[in-house]
């Protein structure tokens, strides 16, 4: 019985209270907003202008503050455009689009916001002390502030629409629609991937930098699959983007910013790369695990979606114990 309503209230079923019919509802926004990432990508190749010197002529001009700041808008807005979507059209709560709690788990969104807050910056402090010649101090007040203001405002509104795109909206249905968990985890973290094809460090680094992003992505639909919600990858994404705007950046990353550090290094696909699909996911899962008390992890990641139903039947039984 344990096992039959933990997967009762799995997730991906919570798609089942919205109120407008039609799985297709969940694809608009995720389609929309992938072949948007497609037309970007298909320009930036057939460019004439170096996608790099596009981005130097852009902050000659504005500056890093205006031009990160333009970057993200249109992103953060994003977020309140995919919200909106599930509360009014899909007429879905958010909460049921964030979790399988009662409630949105707060706490959690700050565990996992301040573990790898804190990790990122003691795996920046370890690469430092090894290879201090890699970095330039960058720090100037001002427009570090500026900085600052600017990234607590909006970047977790924009990691907070790719987690409530990918892992909400296209979780929710491509699972119901599929019946299984293991389609939408593949497929979601695939597209994840595929999605920052345009990155400037795809260009730089090649395309052997997508297995990070595919595994990052593989990373944050196995938290959100095993917590039953959003809120753990929420408050990592977060604290991924914020944290290393802040703190270092260089000119061949798709954030550029009056950081703290500048990472002069010559840019190339090094182990470092695979250090965190290697070692420091799996080290996490296993944080998580235990804080958590994860258990069933095949059910969990493969096992199958109920149908409707099936889950007003086994409700209407334990009503009648």
């Given at each position: 019985m344990e096992t039959q309503f933990n997967r009762r209230i799995m997730y991906i079923e919570q798609g089942y209270k919205r109120k407008t019919k039609g799985l297709w509802l969940y694809f608009v926004l995720p389609i929309g907003f992938i072949a948007l990432m497609v037309f970007n990508y298909i320009a930036v190749?057939?460019?004439?202008?170096?996608?790099?010197?596009?981005?130097?002529?852009?902050?000659?001009?504005?500056?890093r503050n205006t031009v990160f700041?333009?970057?993200?808008?249109?992103?953060?807005?994003?977020?309140?455009?995919?919200?909106?979507?599930?509360?009014?059209?899909?007429?879905?709560?958010?909460t049921s689009i964030t979790t399988s709690r009662k409630k949105i788990d707060f706490k959690r969104i700050g565990f996992s916001f301040a573990l790898w807050g804190i990790l990122t910056i003691t795996l920046f402090a370890i690469g430092y002390a090894l290879s201090p010649a890699d970095f330039v101090f960058n720090f100037r007040p001002l427009p570090f502030v500026i900085l600052a203001i600017i990234s607590i405002l909006f970047i977790p509104l924009q990691t907070s629409f790719e987690e409530y795109l990918f892992r909400g909206q296209m979780m929710q249905g491509l699972g119901l629609l599929a019946g299984n968990r293991l389609v939408p985890l593949t497929i979601t973290s695939v597209l994840f991937g595929v999605m920052h094809m345009a990155n400037p460090e795809v260009g730089t680094l090649?395309?052997?930098?997508?297995?990070?992003?595919?595994?990052?992505?593989?990373?944050?639909?196995?938290?959100?699959?095993?917590?039953?919600?959003?809120?753990?990858?929420?408050?990592?994404?977060a604290a991924n983007n914020l944290i290393g705007a802040l703190l270092v950046t260089a000119d061949w990353t798709v954030f550029q910013t009056d950081s703290i550090f500048l990472d002069v290094s010559k840019p190339e696909l090094g182990w470092d790369i695979f250090v965190p699909i290697l070692i420091v996911y799996p080290a996490l899962?296993?944080?998580?695990?235990?804080?958590?008390?994860?258990?069933?992890?095949?059910?969990?990641?493969?096992?199958?979606?109920?149908?409707?139903?099936?889950?007003?039947?086994?409700?209407?039984?334990d009503a009648a114990f």
């Open positions: 190749k057939n460019s004439p202008i170096n996608v790099d010197d596009m981005m130097n002529r852009l902050i000659d001009q504005w500056g700041a333009m970057n993200l808008i249109p992103l953060a807005v994003g977020c309140f455009v995919v919200l909106g979507w599930t509360k009014l059209i899909q007429r879905q709560s958010i090649g395309y052997g930098i997508m297995v990070y992003y595919i595994g990052t992505g593989l990373f944050l639909g196995i938290i959100t699959l095993m917590d039953e919600g959003l809120e753990l990858a929420l408050g990592f994404h899962l296993f944080l998580f695990a235990k804080k958590y008390n994860w258990t069933n992890w095949k059910e969990r990641l493969t096992g199958k979606v109920l149908p409707k139903e099936q889950i007003q039947e086994e409700q209407r039984t």
